[in-house]
């Protein structure tokens, strides 16, 4: 079973850029799909991005797409994501979550394992 730690997160004026990592332990993360998610105060947790287990391939939610970059170093079991022009919208607890699906899952329950989140905070 992989265990998930998300880190990276923290308060940036709009515009601003921000990095998150994601470290795996206990499984390589080769062996899984790794996505991105968010949750807002009073919202439902929204898709943002995922890369296939090889890492050849991506997806974005519109809402983030040109702005966000998803990526991982299997050297270092981590995956990230690279966010910038960063707007108060983009403001919430965001995880990092890991499936064994061979697709491009976009929601929640097709990932089995989850991280604690992080906070981001992007003021105006």
């Known amino acids: 079973q992989v265990q998930l730690v998300e880190s990276g997160g923290g308060l940036v004026q709009a515009g601003g850029s921000l990095r998150l990592s994601c470290a795996a332990s206990g499984r390589t993360i080769s062996a899984y799909t790794m996505g991105w998610f968010r949750q807002a105060p009073g919202k439902s947790r929204e898709f943002v991005s995922v890369?296939?287990?090889?890492?050849?391939?991506?997806n974005y939610a519109d809402t983030v797409k040109g702005r966000f970059t998803i990526s991982k170093d299997v050297a270092k079991n981590t995956v990230y994501l690279e966010m910038n022009s960063l707007k108060p919208e983009d403001s919430a607890v965001y995880y990092c979550?890991?499936?064994?699906?061979?697709?491009?899952?976009?929601?929640?329950?097709?990932?089995?394992?989850w991280g604690q989140g992080t906070q981001v905070t992007v003021s105006s």
């Open positions: 979550a890991a499936s064994r699906a061979i697709s491009l899952p976009r929601d929640p329950p097709s990932f089995t394992t």
């Open positions: 890369i296939s287990w090889s890492g050849g391939t991506t």
